[in-house]
């Protein structure tokens, strides 16, 4: 068994779109639109099935914003520098929440943004985990 991929619902689909691609890095993989079932599919990522896991972004047409819940925590993305990734993310306009540091209690130096939607991803600097 294996990975493919993480779905996440969107309030606008270019907005996200443009904000994992631009801000991101990621790439437009592929898009499925399904207008008779009124949704539209955008998998996005740093490389595609069956290497890289991908990042499905599903837009409910007629639908602009989600409650996120409880149940909900963050993605997890592996960056090469923490502190260089937050100040590209700002300088995108990309909101920080957690500015790169180490974890409570241990060396792994870690970051949280948010997304567009209000999805939290945390960015894990490669090489402290």
């Known amino acids: 068994m294996r990975l493919l991929h993480t779905m996440l619902r969107v309030g606008d689909l270019q907005r996200s779109i443009d904000f994992y691609t631009r ?8 898009t499925t639109d399904r207008p008779a079932q009124k949704y539209t599919l955008a998998f996005l990522g ?6 890289h896991a991908e990042l ?3 837009h ?8 996120m819940g409880t149940a909900y925590g963050h993605l997890a993305i ?3 520098d923490a502190r260089a990734a937050c100040e590209h993310i ?6 920080v929440t957690r500015e790169a540091g180490p ?5 792994t130096v870690i970051a949280f943004i948010t997304d567009p ?5 945390e960015l894990i600097q490669r090489g402290t985990l």
């Open 23 to 30: 801000v991101m890095g990621m790439k437009l993989l592929r």
């Open 103 to 107: 974890v409570a209690g241990g060396a």
């Open 117 to 121: 939607d209000g999805y939290k991803v």
């Open 78 to 80: 592996e960056v090469p």
């Open 60 to 67: 409910n047409h007629g639908v602009e914003r989600y409650d």
């Open 56 to 58: 499905e972004l599903t």
């Open 46 to 51: 740093y490389g595609s099935n069956p290497d």
């Open 90 to 95: 700002r300088a995108n306009g990309g909101q």
